[in-house]
């Protein structure tokens, strides 16, 4: 049972290391980067929201398997 909190502690610990370097490489985009609409505000958001939290369910499906 300890070993399923520590994956899951890991897990959340890589999640939000992966959405913190996101938001980071963003912020550091120039402006025009904005303009796409492949960028816009809505789709970047979504991109923080699902794609780390995708990461983090592979890398624990495959450990428990």
Do not use: W
Not at 42 to 51: N, Q
């Amino acid at each position: 049972c300890s070993q399923h909190v520590s994956f899951g502690h890991s897990g959340e610990k890589l999640t939000m290391r992966l959405r913190s370097k996101t938001f980071r490489s963003m912020l550091r985009q120039d402006i025009s980067y904005f303009d796409d609409p492949l960028h816009s505000t809505g789709a970047l958001t979504t991109r923080l929201a699902t794609d780390a939290s995708l990461i983090k369910n592979v890398s624990c499906t495959e450990t428990f398997l």
